[in-house]
DNA sequence: TTTATTAGTGCGTATAATGCACGAATGCAG
DNA sequence: CTGCATTCGTGCATTATACGCACTAATAAA
């Protein structure tokens, strides 16, 4: 029984077929094929039934995934704890982060990270949706907003406060609002969210907040492109500090309401930082948790 | 990352030397010297200092001796499970049948053939349509009439033979026929079927066909409500033998034509089990096929 | 000091793995 | 309904790997 031939059955089960799982390991799909069929004699059990187009896993190959899989990472877990009380930082840190925060927020930094520790690989995920660490074998994720429930570790990396603003040619066209209650009347790019009406809340230095509704005729569930929408003078954009660092910086933007803090939803929105809870930390995770909390600590989000 | 190697590491933290675990294993002792070295290649780690005539455990190979292994029992314990279920009859068996034949013919059997294997859970997929092995994960099929060819494994259960019948009542207020062409003065129950008139077919003992016209006003392609009809005393019927056991032995029919077989398509009709593959053939499908094989062969259908 | 045993290393051979080409099967698009 | 493309499996030639043997260095016990 080859530990080879364990994994590659583990990715045949995700994949559901032979020829991708070849392609993601560089392999002839024929070596796929030949491992599967040596574990089979292995186990005395047909794991897959094949027709040339699909593969269809037996009661076998379920019952022996479902045990195997944590097993496997486990060993590759304690590979890693064993390596690390001896190595340096190595190896290759799997980060996951949802698309726009990594673009505007993490790709920014990597070089100074990369300098720090030569010879630690790094694997950037990117994916809007939430992702399971394990499973993905993610050794780090960002999330943003507020956290759900889970066993991982997490820590709050940033307060996320938002704001609004827009393109100066368009504050031009359109005057520029002095009062939340002035937005009624002017183009806000809208962010569809499940569960909120089409608000926006301001909280002035006295802690009074008000609620005013807003309206425009451009919608995209897409922080990123609500950014260039804003950027090329169609409205309002209501978008979090992060991204809009540098259109501000460069004057591509200009802030409103700066007496105002600014949501859509609430007011203890963050960055959060996870990692799995296992009871050896990888070095490379715990570098790299505290890269990202000193470098927004000292340059808070 | 050998498997074989992680096994010879854990035995060789028992052991606390290579030469016995190489003897242990009928190898030479350059062998594990050689995997354990690619091990720790693999780590980055050393995993023991070695003294020619001592071998010390490091810090790394007790972190990773820990983890490792129960995660190789684990494994160890995965494949007999797998193996096992190949071995043994337990799981579940899916089973897809036509709805008349499952009720009549199947179900029936359901009690014994579960007390003959207490551990072993059946799924019952009653359809009518032709269903996808593979797609739906089924284990045993059983087909009716002729097979369309695939590279499934068929076997013949038993000869599908028909018979005509009524119900004594209808009998009594119309008489009973006495010659295949007596028929058409009847009513009959029909059973639409693409690609054949409405004839059905009676071969006597010589071998002789005759082919009568028939005539009826209910229709329906359902065998199940044919039965129905037919006991109701509403015509003939023309059905296949396993559908009528009951009625017959009961009274509630009367079957025709003694002398002659019947059929609405062709006379070599037949009762078919399919499995999909012959290689591994869990045991838990042999012994079902075994099963109504044996119920066929003894009590044919 | 001698002896016996152990780990490590070259080296030649034997076994195993791999890729490629080909064939059969099958789902999909036109 | 018919090509078209993709997928899995197998035979074959090539390549890579693993293995044992012989030998060296080292060390604990006699």
Redesign the interface.
């Given at each position: 029984?080859?530990?080879e031939s364990?994994q590659l059955f583990v990715e045949v089960m995700r994949y559901g077929n032979f020829a991708d799982v070849a392609r993601a390991h560089g392999v002839a799909p024929s070596s796929v094929s030949r491992s599967i069929a040596a574990l089979?004699r292995?186990?005395?059990?047909?794991?897959f039934?094949r027709?040339t187009r699909?593969l269809?896993?037996?009661?076998?190959?379920a019952?022996?995934y479902h045990?195997?899989q944590?097993?496997?990472r486990?060993?590759e877990?304690?590979?890693a704890?064993?390596?690390d009380?001896?190595?340096e930082v190595?190896?290759t840190l799997r980060v996951s982060a949802p698309a726009a925060f990594a673009n505007s927020a993490i790709v920014p930094l990597l070089p100074e990270f990369a300098a720090l520790y030569p010879q630690l690989g790094l694997d950037l995920e990117i994916s809007d949706r939430f992702v399971d660490l394990l499973e993905e074998r993610i050794d780090v994720a960002i999330r943003l907003g507020s956290l759900p429930d889970s066993n991982l570790v997490a820590r709050r990396l940033a307060q996320m406060s938002f704001q609004v603003c827009a393109s100066p040619d368009y504050l031009r066209r359109r005057g520029v609002p002095q009062v939340p209650a002035d937005i009624a009347a002017h183009d806000c790019l809208l962010f569809p969210r499940v569960g909120y009406d089409l608000d926006w809340l301001f909280r002035d230095s006295g802690g009074e907040v008000e609620k005013v509704r807003i309206e425009g005729r451009i919608q995209i569930a897409n922080s990123a492109a609500i950014l260039s929408c804003a950027i090329a003078g169609m409205g309002l954009a209501l978008l979090p500090d992060w991204l809009l660092r540098d259109a501000l910086a460069t004057g591509r933007l200009q802030a409103l309401f700066a007496d105002y803090e600014v949501s859509a939803t609430d007011f203890d929105s963050a960055v959060w930082i996870l990692y799995p809870s296992r009871s050896?930390l990888p070095q490379k995770t715990r570098v790299f948790v505290d890269f990202l909390g000193e470098r927004y600590a000292t340059r808070p989000a």
């Open positions: 029984m080859q530990l364990l089979e292995d186990l005395g059990a047909r794991l039934q027709s699909r269809t896993p037996t009661e076998a190959a019952v022996f045990r195997l944590p097993a496997l486990e060993i877990s304690a590979r704890a064993a390596g009380l001896q190595r190595s190896g050896y």
